[in-house]
């Protein structure tokens, strides 16, 4: 084969076959290496059963030990060295993650299983090694990584249904096994009943190429943070994400992380079923989530909304008081706040009336979440604040603000 690295090659080959070997002393001096019994059926032929070791687990269970070995100590330090394997050494294997962990569990244990599975054992098989090594090298050298974060999601429900959700995120039902086959830790990661429940069912991800060179991952805590976000405001659904997200890079395991707080958090509420077109008002939100980053008082009302999702009696409607001041109220305050999102929501002067009544006392958190929608499709929201004042003063006929606010309304009101 054409080895691109041929000091990597080296020591690489060293750790795996040092790793081999005392793995098999292991197994002489009386530890076991678990079987799975397996039946392959064809049709109009009689069954076949093969007997497959389970190499991954065992190696797994022994990672910490063979990571203190000096042909690890040397495999890492040629990494480290490496360029192309920076992006792997910021691979988040735990809290108290180095570089040398982190490029132990991104690179040298699959490589080492994946050796082992294609052996069979612990007999070494030189060809196997090269093949598994020309894959890292692909991986390593190649002209972009291919990135993918996972979590877990509940409270929606898809019928099956892949959401897309714009820049690579999307709604999917998850894949039976697909985390327990890169994590094997993962089940205990996972929200109680997930893969049993309707609303439980389905993953938030985030796929993404990386530009060569990249030495970093995305902020994927982040960017699903505000798909979540997204997902409750246009949905009005109790969505959470996590507890964690799973990462890999060119299908290769690179870690688990945290996912933000208040994202992992579900909210009170029944299941909410996420359609295509409330799949398409989340997306259009999530790429404008960004206007929160310019409009301190947009952000401050996202915050305050969001955080009543979790707070009931006086905390919550003091929340939701503040959220609609900080939209609409500017330095007039709720009274301002209440009479703009009247007009802005209520469609006859009767609806608008009760609207205003109700909005300067405990808003409805659902008359809040529609005004938080409105002002983030209209785009400006100093502009949006302009345009109602001319309409309360009798300046300008009243404009047709809701383009989607009312039919998702009207859906979930169905």
């Excluded at 690489?12 to 079987?35: K, Q, T, V």
């Excluded at 294997?93 to 599975?117: H, K, M, N, Q, W």
């Amino acid at each position: 084969m054409s080895v691109r690295a041929p000091q990597l090659f080296t020591s690489l080959r060293n750790f795996s076959l040092g790793a081999f070997r005392a793995l098999l002393i292991e197994l002489d001096d009386g530890a076991e290496l678990p079987f799975a019994f397996e039946e392959h059926n064809s049709r109009g032929r009689p069954a076949l059963y093969e007997y497959r070791p389970l190499v991954s687990g065992f190696v797994e269970t022994r990672a910490h030990r063979l990571r203190k070995r000096d042909d690890a100590r040397i495999a890492l330090e040629d990494l480290r060295r490496e360029p192309a394997a920076a992006i792997f050494s910021a691979a988040h294997s735990g809290p108290r993650a180095d570089e040398d962990e982190a490029l132990f569990y991104s690179i040298l244990l699959p490589l080492l299983v994946t050796t082992a599975e294609a052996c069979g054992g612990f007999d070494w098989d030189d060809s196997a090694f090269a093949r598994a090594y020309a894959e890292l090298e692909e991986s390593l050298f190649g002209w972009d990584h291919a990135y993918v974060a996972v979590a877990p999601l509940v409270g929606v429900t898809t019928g099956g249904a892949t959401i897309e959700l714009g820049g690579g995120i999307r709604v999917r039902t998850a894949a039976t096994g697909e985390l327990a086959k890169l994590w094997p830790e993962a089940n205990g990661l996972l929200p109680s009943d997930f893969g049993r429940e309707p609303d439980r069912l389905c993953v938030l991800e985030l796929e993404r190429a990386l530009e060569p060179g990249a030495t970093e991952p995305p902020d994927a805590p982040g960017e699903l943070a505000d798909a979540i976000t997204a997902i409750r405001l246009a949905a009005a659904a109790p969505a959470a994400a996590g507890p964690v997200l799973f990462e890999r890079l060119d299908w290769r395991p690179y870690g688990i992380r945290p996912v933000v707080p208040i994202a992992a958090t579900p909210p009170a509420g029944e299941p909410t079923r996420l359609d295509a077109f409330r799949g398409a008002v989340a997306a259009d939100l999530r790429e404008r989530l960004v206007l929160a980053d310019e409009d301190p008082e947009l952000g401050e009302a996202l915050d305050r909304w969001e955080l009543s999702l979790f707070q009931d009696g006086p905390f919550g409607a003091e929340q939701l008081r503040e959220a609609l001041a900080a939209l609409l109220g500017g330095p007039d305050g709720l009274w301002a706040a209440a009479v703009r999102g009247a007009v802005l929501l209520g469609e006859t002067p009767h609806e608008r009336a009760e609207l205003n009544e109700r909005l300067s006392g405990d808003p409805s958190p659902d008359a809040v979440r529609r005004a938080l929608v409105e002002a983030l499709l209209h785009g400006d929201r100093a502009k949006l604040v302009a345009t109602l004042d001319e309409t309360i003063l009798g300046l300008r006929s009243r404009p047709e603000f809701r383009h989607k606010v009312d039919t998702i309304a009207r859906a979930l009101a169905g």
